[in-house]
Each structure stands twice: as C-alpha cells, then as structure tokens.
C-alpha cells in the first residue's frame, strides 16, 4: 500500500531532487585530468575528439570555451562530465557591429519586373522608326505626325499596380476558381511570405495534382467575402488587431459552411512542449470568439494524414509534432483489420500549428525557394514534407473524408461474395 499514501510521493520528489545533475565545484576536481573524448565544433556538431590533450579539473569548470577547452564530453577513469558552451553565469546581450559593417538578412530583396517597361520601350522605337521611315518617304503629312503618334501612345501599354476590382468581378472570379487566401495581419513582412507560401503551395498542387488553383489572395476580415475560399491560412501575429464582432460572425458562418482555417502561430521553435510565447497567448484571444469545436492533437489515423501522401510528420519551417484538429467522436468506429477509423463526413473547421508553414512553402518569382530550411538533404526533405502536407490539407478542404470509405472494403466485399 506503499505507492497509494502520501509518503510515497513525498519519497519520490525527495529522489528527484537527491538524483539531479549538477556542475560539481571546481576545487573538488584538483589533481585530476579529463580527457575530451567528444567535441563540439562551430556548428553544433559532436565529434570524437581524436588526440587532444586533457585538461586540468579546475580548469574544466571555470575557465572559458576556447580552442584551447572545446565543449563537450570529457572522462576520467570512470567518470564522465560534459562542458557546455553557456554556463548560469553566462548573460546573452544583441551584437554590436561597428557603423561600416553592412547587415543583411536571409531574405533577398523583391525583384522589380522590367518586362512591361522594355515591351513598351520597344513598341515606341518600332512607332519611330515606322514614323522615320513615311516622313523620308513623303507618304506621311506633317499635321498627321503629332496625331498619330499620340494615338500610338496612348494605345501602349499602361506601367502600374493592379487595382482591386469591383466586389461582382472579384465573386465571379473566386467563385470560379479554386483560390487559396490568407488573413491580412498588418505585418507586411509576414502577409508578404503568406502570399509566396500560398503561390509555391498552388504551383505544387498545379503540378502534381488535378488543382489548378488561382494567384492566392489576401483578405481583409472586416470587408471581404469568405465564402468563396475553401482555406484560409492565418498567420499569427502578436500586434494584429483584433477582428469586429460583423467579422466574427462572418468567419463563423465560414466554419458552419465547410470552410477551414489553418491557425499557424510560426512559433514552434520558441513554443515546443506547452510553452507559451506572444504568438500564442495571441491565438486564444483571436479564437475565443469563434464556434470552434473541441480538439485533439491530429491522430495517425486522421484522413488528414493520408488524402494524397501518406504522411507521419507534418514539418514546415519548425518540425514540431503538435498539430491539432477536430476530435473524433468518442464512438468512432474501427472495423477490425483496418488501419483507421470510420471517422465522420465532415472537415476539421481548424487546424492549428506553430510551424510556420508559408515559410516552408514561400517561393519567389522565378520559383525558387524564398527562405531556408535546415541544412542540405534533410533541409530539403522536410521542405518537401511541409509542401506534401499543404497538398493533403488542400485535398481533405475539397474531397472531405471520402478516403475513410476504404474502412468499409471488408463489409463490401463480404456483400459482393453474397
């Protein structure tokens, strides 16, 4: 009856404390030499330390990381200790650069497109030269000249940004086409790479599946229409402003009506493990207002996991493991010999995440990838995997649950005997 009183909780907690590592002191380590027998280098790699000379106790306590004492795994006879690189004592301040040291970031600066620019520069030379060419011929009056050309001009080719259309042109066209979105956050940074995660996304479902989505758009909570886009993708921002409660409403009946919101908080670095972070505490005030129902972290029999690939992990930038959607009623049936569940009809009105997705996906013009992931092949798989996951989640928005049908093959096939 030990382990149901309270002595015997008391007893553990008395062992986790006695049985904690900590850095023994520098002075009980005189006499002694460690010898490194793993080291890490620059970037975080360990490796056996080969022939490096061993280091004084003392010294492996208090003197600093160098070339001279790399961290790492040091033993002594039988004992062994580590030498991290940061200490408690350690205090992490911003780097200061000098003025004339440039900074640069990871992002390349967006292209400006001449091609407009050059069209019109050569239609204007061919204009001249045609115009050259009547005037040294006599075939063109001089009174025509100056109306002609400004005909001609005024027909070229208009340089500028695209203006939003009409709210009935802007239905037409979503209406009839599959056309992914993202919630503007204010952030132009970050609505700028939901925009290119959104375009590599649609080029991948263009070229691997029967989708051919259009150009995805940005939406404003407050004045646009939802209805036409099976998937939002929101992006989590700590200083986005909260939406209206007309906004509310409308994002509601968008729920209530099949569509789905990919909640990505792009925290998944800072946030592993139930740790809170701004992004986070951000989401709850941003989703307390919505129907949402309850949730569950996404099964490995969820129809999410297997729409087009066959998917375990669902990595964007971060490769957190903590995606959540829809629970699953309790009386959900499993047919025996099947892999999954009869789960019901309908889509997870959520997903939500916190690795960053978009940045996963983000491409830029010419179709190159727009921010890195990882280092080399395994920095690409888990590109590829986070482009696969876009792919299924799109798949499950427009099929539904049509690929938990195949739990039913067994009763199907007894019927078929029969």
């Given at each position: 009856?030990?382990?149901?009183?309270?002595?015997?909780?008391?007893?553990?907690?008395?062992?986790?404390?006695?049985?904690?590592?900590?850095?023994?002191?520098?002075?009980?380590?005189?006499?002694?030499?460690?010898?490194?027998?793993?080291?890490?280098?620059?970037?975080?790699t360990l490796s056996d330390a080969g022939n490096l000379p061993g280091v004084a106790g003392p010294d492996l306590i208090s003197a600093p990381a160098g070339p001279a004492l790399p961290p790492g795994i040091y033993g002594a006879e039988d004992r062994r200790l580590a030498r991290n690189v940061l200490t408690q004592e350690t205090t992490l301040t911003p780097a200061t650069w000098p003025a004339d040291v440039p900074l640069r970031g990871l992002t390349l600066p967006p292209e400006q497109p001449l091609a407009g620019a050059l069209l019109s520069l050569a239609i204007l030379l061919l204009v001249a030269d045609v115009l050259a060419s009547l005037a040294l011929s006599g075939l063109l009056l001089r009174r025509s000249t100056g109306t002609l050309a400004l005909v001609l001009g005024l027909g070229l080719p208009q340089m500028g940004d695209a203006q939003e259309t009409d709210p009935e042109s802007f239905a037409i066209r979503s209406a009839s086409e599959v056309t992914l979105a993202h919630v503007l956050t204010g952030n132009s940074d970050?609505?700028?790479?939901?925009?290119?995660?959104?375009?590599?996304?649609?080029?991948?479902?263009?070229?691997?599946?029967t989708?051919?989505?259009?150009?995805?758009t940005g939406v404003d909570l407050e004045q646009d229409e939802l209805a036409f886009f099976p998937i939002l993708y929101w992006p989590v921002t700590p200083d986005q402003p909260q939406p209206s409660t007309e906004a509310y409403g409308k994002l509601n009946d968008y729920l209530r009506s099949g569509g789905l919101?990919?909640?990505d908080t792009r925290d998944a670095d800072?946030?592993?493990?139930?740790?809170?972070?701004?992004?986070?505490?951000?989401?709850?005030?941003?989703?307390?207002?919505?129907?949402?129902?309850p949730l569950e972290p996404l099964p490995g029999d969820h129809v999410l996991t297997r729409?087009?690939?066959?998917?375990?992990?669902?990595?964007?930038?971060?490769?957190?493991?903590?995606?959540?959607?829809?629970?699953?009623?309790?009386?959900?049936?499993?047919?025996?010999?099947?892999?999954?569940?009869?789960?019901?009809?309908?889509?997870?009105?959520?997903?939500?995440?916190?690795?960053?997705?978009?940045?996963?996906?983000?491409?830029?013009?010419?179709?190159?990838?727009?921010?890195?992931?990882?280092?080399?092949?395994a920095g690409e798989r888990q590109r590829e995997l986070a482009y696969r996951f876009?792919?299924?989640?799109?798949?499950?928005?427009?099929?539904?649950?049509?690929?938990?049908?195949?739990?039913?093959?067994?009763?199907?096939l007894d019927r078929l005997g029969q």
């Open positions: 009856t030990l382990p149901l009183s309270g002595l015997f909780v008391q007893m553990m907690e008395r062992l986790a404390v006695s049985s904690g590592a900590s850095t023994p002191e520098a002075g009980s380590l005189d006499g002694t030499t460690w010898t490194p027998l793993r080291v890490m280098d620059g970037f975080g970050v609505d700028e790479i939901a925009r290119a995660g959104l375009t590599g996304l649609s080029d991948t479902l263009y070229f691997r599946t989708v051919e989505p259009a150009l995805p919101i990919l909640f800072i946030a592993s493990y139930g740790a809170a972070s701004p992004n986070g505490r951000k989401l709850q005030e941003l989703a307390a207002p919505l129907d949402i129902p729409t087009f690939y066959l998917l375990q992990d669902y990595p964007g930038r971060y490769s957190s493991r903590d995606v959540w959607v829809e629970a699953a009623p309790p009386d959900a049936e499993r047919i025996e010999g099947m892999p999954f569940r009869n789960l019901n009809d309908g889509v997870t009105p959520v997903v939500i995440g916190g690795n960053d997705w978009a940045a996963a996906w983000a491409v830029r013009r010419d179709g190159a990838p727009l921010l890195p992931i990882g280092r080399g092949y876009g792919v299924n989640l799109v798949m499950h928005v427009l099929t539904g649950n049509y690929k938990s049908d195949q739990v039913h093959v067994p009763a199907l």
